[in-house]
């Protein structure tokens, strides 16, 4: 690709790196690929080109029902849930290290894929994903309970038990980040799974299928199901033999997901939903720094990350001088093919995201925002969109409510830190939030005011195995990531036995 004036390339015939042979399209179950029950496939696209990589099972309703027999099977009669901790951590440390050993094929398939830069795939999101393995490895063998003192002539302890058939839905925009972040906890605590990767990003899942039957996870463990929301995800959230589901992906279908639950057993449900992440920066703030904080917020993987820090709030001594700055920096961001290292944002994931995040630009220019710079396409093939920066957004505006998933940021002004708060809290989301000040107090105050469960003070998108992730109000509930993570994969048990001739109680 050749660099064009603005910093943004057009998808050229070659590729930067050789393009990966797609090995595995078929459904697993049982611990064997299988195809679907009505002989269905379905295309997946190259963001870079529009193109279709190769046909992929379509799993349905009858396929989930296989999946979640050999779920079940495994759970109520197999190895996994009764090898002692320690046994489980050695699978998943295999596990691990054959991921390392593919760290490449796995990057270029979610670059192919999904549009994410190869280069940071195979450096960052690979490794991390055989990192929270690792991490989780070592609590599988420190899952305790406790002894409990009662007030009467009984004793009492806990007993921390794994929850079942744990269903995980994974989106497309972090495709083997997001999925080991619930398999990870899920495998140590000793559950088996169903996991249903997004539509738009099915061949990872399938390849990491394959490196668990060659660590030694026992058959019926782990199993994937390739298809669409509407079918191959609804029956998992329908299914009564699924003791509980793991969601990641949009507030609306994280609604979905619990009527689903609610209307079938009542299954326990964990959801990590959108966002509108605010990230407020102050007038003692570094400006060149914080520019570079505010676009790396947006544009890092192409802004198709759900806590994006979509809403930048500047306080009004810098304004003028970080929207200079901004226009500067947003110009220098290069758009083009994810396997070439020099590029720095990819495809959108999909045609149908493209076009959305286009509609969006559309509303924020009709509804009188004024735009610094981008908001046009890239190229003409792919899924490419200009690092879109508006000024003059009012808070009532679509662009400053809906979460875009895209390369948009809205840029508001305000005066006091007062103001800022008020500002930031308003809206549906409580994800993430980012504040940029050399004030401890300030930082202070305003991390503890903030609803939304993660507040990154001079940084952003500093995440962590050990660091609980999750969110407040419409983004949704329970932790991934950390100990807590772990257990939401666990049932606590009590179990009480009687004193008899005690000394003391």
């Known amino acids: 690709m050749g660099g064009q004036s603005n910093g943004s390339s057009a998808c050229s015939e070659e590729s930067f790196v050789k393009m990966p042979t797609i090995k595995f399209t078929k459904l697993f179950i049982n611990g064997e690929f299988v195809d679907s029950v009505s002989g269905k496939t379905f295309e997946t696209i190259d963001p870079r080109t529009g193109e279709v990589i190769t046909r992929v099972a379509e799993g349905d309703k009858e396929d989930v029902d296989l999946a979640v027999k050999a779920a079940r099977a495994a759970f109520d009669h197999g190895p996994w849930p009764r090898f002692p901790g320690t046994e489980r951590g050695k699978i998943m440390l295999k596990f691990a290290d054959l991921i390392d050993e593919h760290s490449e094929e796995l990057a270029k398939l979610d670059t192919v894929d999904a549009g994410k830069l190869f280069s940071f795939g195979k450096a960052v999101d690979i490794p991390l994903v055989a990192q929270t393995l690792r991490y989780y490895a070592g609590a599988a063998d420190k899952i305790h309970g406790e002894v409990l003192k009662m007030s009467r002539e009984l004793q009492a302890y806990t007993l921390l038990e794994p929850f079942g058939v744990v269903g995980h839905i994974i989106p497309w925009n972090f495709p083997s980040t997001l ?140 304004y003028d001088e970080l929207v200079k700055k901004l226009k500067e920096k ?27 995040i286009l509609t969006y630009i559309e509303h924020g220019k009709r509804e009188g925002a004024t735009l610094l710079t981008g908001g046009k396409p890239v190229g003409k093939k792919g899924y490419y969109i200009e690092p879109t920066v508006f000024t003059d957004v009012k808070d009532d505006m679509l662009i400053a409510t809906d979460e875009i998933f895209g390369p948009v940021m809205s840029l508001m002004k305000f005066k006091t830190i007062e103001e800022g708060i008020e500002r930031a809290n308003n809206t549906k989301y409580g994800l993430a939030a980012g504040i940029v000040t050399k004030n401890i107090d300030v930082a202070n105050t305003v991390s503890r005011s903030i609803r939304a469960g993660t507040i990154w003070i001079n940084c952003y ?43 003391w109680l």
């Open 179 to 318: 999925l080991f972040a619930k398999v990870a906890p899920s495998l140590a605590a000793g559950c088996t799974m169903v996991i249903k990767p997004a539509e738009q990003t099915p061949l990872s899942a399938l390849y990491y299928a394959h490196l668990a039957k060659l660590a030694g996870v026992p058959d019926g463990v782990l199993n994937v199901i390739t298809g669409y929301g509407e079918t191959a995800g609804a029956a998992i959230t329908h299914h009564m033999d699924i003791d509980k589901v793991s969601f990641t992906g949009s507030t609306e279908v994280g609604r979905q997901v619990m009527q689903a639950a609610a209307k079938s057993n009542l299954k326990a449900v964990s959801l990590e939903l959108g966002g509108k992440s605010p990230l407020l920066i102050f007038d003692d703030a570094d400006v060149d720094k914080a520019a570079d904080l505010a676009l790396l917020g947006i544009l890092f993987n192409k802004g198709e990350i759900c806590v994006a820090s979509s809403r930048v709030f500047v306080q009004e001594g810098i």
């Open 461 to 503: 998108f500093a995440f962590g195995d050990d660091v609980p992730f999750g969110g407040y109000k419409m983004s949704g509930f329970g932790k991934d990531y950390g100990l807590q993570a772990l257990h939401k994969f666990l049932h606590t048990k009590s179990v009480v036995t009687p004193i008899y001739n005690s000394p």
């Open 330 to 356: 947003a110009k220098d961001w290069t758009v083009g093919d994810p396997f070439d290292p020099n590029v720095r944002q990819g495809p959108q994931v999909d045609k149908a995201q493209y076009e959305k």
